[in-house]
């Protein structure tokens, strides 16, 4: 669609509504501004466009206001099935997603990364690798930077890494990554998709306009993630920690190898590695056989793995206080990823959880934590229901705090020297704080204060 001239609605005004905006003034359209919120001034709106001229709608919008749209674009916060878009497509408006608005305004080679976790430490690996390989290369999406913002300085010799969540993608259709990858899939954002299986087409919709040639990279150890391989027209390219492959990427007696109908190439070793948890190496295969299809040379893609850091929220090492050491792992915001955080864990642990309930279940986490979890400090929404849950399978050493501040402080009264603490809440942090990054700078800088 051309956008010079076109008037375009952009819901919510967010980090990601107020990109799309600005990206939508520089293609010469005129631009809407709408927030649902009745609370939200026209005033707290516009300070967030530099003085730009936009239009603004605050609280109902009506159906015979969306005909009068050529477009409407949505921040992945708000779901394209709710009432808003489904006012737009009823009244034959097109409906995109940031993504789609910034793949059709930019330009370059994108290696497009989903999945139910690891997405933000893989798309950091690709991300940095793509730096040090092109000459000019972005990392963006879900991961923080809206794509939007950058779209207009992609040339065709830039490379885009962007992680994409099933919010994210719900709202796209054209968008065609050279490369994706679906890192795996397990119970998440079930209160909004509704179905495991509304869930994984979701995820695999990524690949959707991808032809052969084009490849899509699939974690060939979880059984959903390897049945996607025979839904998609795009060249398939597995990665396993646990088998060896024919044509795929896999970990073997210490080293990542990625082999071509056969041909195997030594990328790099365990001892390259500077990241806790099996669940990293996982990762690393993903990004290796990303940024293989990529273009990049092995030698490069191993020189970057070798400096490579745990993300800030991914199990990161905050400070020892007390002879305890204290890891926040907030990005940890299902059962899943939270399991992962536990196995990585080398000592006894008290674990602090709980959240925003998104409708899982919490039985597996709690089975997890056989011998190494001492204490389970819980708060938030689903405190009653891990509870529960944890109670049922004999586990009882659980403490209930109101406050994210006094759960910390429990949690250093309950760990002994020479243990650790674990923010690791397999919840989501909405109710208590705007997000996973807040959550876990907080509770960094409560750590930090128990020194005194």
């Not at 024919?246 to 790099?268: M, N, P, Q, R, T």
């Not at 002879?323 to 008290?350: E, F, H, L, W």
């Not at 997890?368 to 979890?373: C, E």
């Not at 050493?397 to 690791?424: Q, R």
Request: proline letters at 3%; charged letters at 25%.
């Amino acid at each position: 669609m051309e956008l010079q001239g076109k008037k375009v609605l952009v819901a919510g005004t967010g980090v990601s509504g107020i990109g799309a905006a600005k990206l939508l003034l520089e293609k010469g359209a005129e631009v809407t501004l709408y927030d649902g919120n009745t609370a939200v001034t026209r005033e707290a709106i516009l300070g967030k466009m530099d003085g730009a001229n936009v239009d603004t709608i605050i609280g109902e919008m009506t159906k015979e206001a969306a005909a009068g749209f050529d477009l409407m674009v949505l921040s992945p916060g708000i779901s394209a099935f709710g009432p808003l878009a489904m006012t737009f497509k009823e009244a034959e408006v097109p409906v995109w997603g940031e993504i789609e608005l910034a793949y059709q305004a930019g330009r370059g080679k994108i290696a497009a990364i989903t999945g139910t976790n690891g997405k933000t430490t893989t798309t950091a690996l690709v991300g940095d690798i793509l730096k040090a390989a092109y000459e000019k290369a972005f990392v963006v999406g879900n991961i923080g930077i809206p794509y939007t913002s950058v779209a207009l300085e992609t040339t065709d010799d830039c490379a885009i890494a962007a992680e994409i969540s099933s919010f994210q993608l719900e709202t796209t259709c054209d968008f065609c990554p050279q490369v994706s990858a679906v890192l795996n899939l397990t119970p998440d954002h079930l209160d909004r998709h509704g179905s495991m299986e509304v869930y994984g087409e979701t995820k695999l919709s990524i690949a959707k306009n991808q032809k052969e040639g084009q490849v899509l990279v699939l974690n060939f150890d979880d059984p959903i993630t390897r049945a996607m391989g025979a839904k998609t027209p795009a060249s398939v390219f597995y990665f396993s920690r646990k088998e060896e492959l024919h044509h795929g990427a896999y970990l073997k007696d210490g080293s990542f190898i990625v082999s071509i109908d056969g041909e195997k190439h030594i990328v790099c070793t365990l001892e390259d590695l500077n990241l806790l948890g099996v669940h990293n190496h996982e990762n690393v295969l993903a990004a290796i056989a990303v940024c293989w299809f990529m273009d990049v040379p092995a030698e490069t893609i191993r020189a970057v793995i070798r400096e490579f850091k745990a993300v800030e929220h991914r199990m990161e090492y905050v400070d020892t206080v007390n002879g305890i050491k204290y890891y926040n792992d907030s990005k940890g915001t299902n059962p899943d990823a939270s399991i992962k955080a536990v196995q990585a864990m080398d000592r006894k642990t008290v674990l602090i959880g709980g959240g925003y309930d998104k409708g899982v279940a919490f039985d597996e986490w709690i089975e997890s934590f056989g011998d190494k979890i001492t204490w389970l400090v819980l708060i938030g929404q689903t405190a009653d229901q891990i509870e529960q849950t944890a109670l049922k399978y004999g586990f009882t050493n659980i403490v209930k705090e109101d406050s994210f501040e006094a759960a910390v402080k429990t949690a250093a009264a309950k760990a002994k020297e020479g243990e650790a603490v674990l923010l690791s809440p397999a919840c989501a942090s909405w109710g208590m704080f705007p997000n996973y990054e807040v959550r876990g700078r907080q509770f960094k800088e409560l750590v930090h204060a128990l020194k005194g």
